[in-house]
């Protein structure tokens, strides 16, 4: 799949951040559970200075299929941002998300940055669309 999104990160010492991002990704499912891989960048601005940092990262994703439309997952991985500052996250968190086709899907996820580099605590908030091929 592949798809767009755009949310709020907030960190420790960053304070609010905006963005548009992109992600791509793929998943398998077996009977009602579902394993997954991504990547994701996201554009991010403050004070209304656009693409003043990129955060790029890469998720390992695990759910569970609720009903042929739902699925609620966790997610988790490493996100680093590659501008400056120099910072990179150990992230965990999850989200729902809702077939809208066979091939449109909707989502809200949540992930909270944990400093592996840098000591900026994240809690990143997005909401995207998807296109399953």
Same mark, same amino acid.
Request: glycine letters at 20%.
């Given at each position: 799949?592949?798809?767009?999104?755009?949310?709020?990160?907030?960190?420790?010492?960053?304070?609010?951040?905006?963005?548009?991002?992109?992600?791509?990704?793929?998943?398998?499912?077996?009977?009602?559970?579902?394993?997954?891989?991504?990547?994701?960048?996201?554009?991010?601005?403050?004070?209304?200075?656009?693409?003043?940092?990129?955060?790029?990262?890469?998720? =390992?994703?695990?759910? &569970?299929? !609720?009903? /042929? #439309? *739902?699925? $609620?997952? %966790?997610?988790?991985?490493? +996100?680093?941002?590659?501008?400056?500052?120099?910072?990179?996250?150990?992230?965990?968190? =999850?989200?729902?998300? &809702?077939? !809208?086709? /066979? #091939? *449109?899907? $909707?989502? %809200?996820?949540?992930?909270? +940055?944990?400093?592996?580099?840098?000591?900026?605590?994240?809690?990143?908030?997005?909401? =995207?669309?998807?296109?399953?091929?």
């Amino acid at each position: 799949y592949a798809g767009v999104h755009g949310g709020a990160q907030n960190g420790a010492t960053s304070g609010v951040q905006y963005g548009l991002g992109a992600q791509a990704g793929v998943n398998a499912q077996f009977d009602f559970y579902l394993l997954g891989a991504e990547v994701a960048v996201t554009g991010l601005a403050d004070n209304g200075t656009v693409g003043e940092t990129t955060y790029g990262q890469i998720l =390992g994703r695990a759910g &569970l299929v !609720v009903s /042929d #439309n *739902v699925l $609620v997952y %966790a997610a988790g991985g490493y +996100g680093i941002d590659l501008g400056v500052p120099d910072e990179a996250d150990a992230l965990l968190g =999850g989200g729902v998300e &809702l077939a !809208v086709t /066979d #091939n *449109v899907s $909707v989502r %809200a996820q949540y992930l909270h +940055g944990f400093p592996v580099q840098g000591g900026n605590a994240k809690d990143q908030f997005t909401v =995207g669309a998807s296109y399953h091929f």
